[in-house]
């Protein structure tokens, strides 16, 4: 249960660190 909520919010995050790098401009992540 603790492991799931986890990935879900790792998830969460990863997709707001991608969405704050696509505004910046940046393609580090293919």
Do not use: C, P, W
């Not at 603790?2 to 990935?7: A, D, M, P, S, T």
């Not at 790792?10 to 992540?29: C, M, P, V, W």
């Amino acid at each position: 249960m603790v492991e799931r909520i986890g990935i879900s919010l790792e998830q969460k995050l990863l997709a707001q660190f991608d969405k704050l790098i696509a505004e910046k401009g940046y393609s580090n992540r293919s």
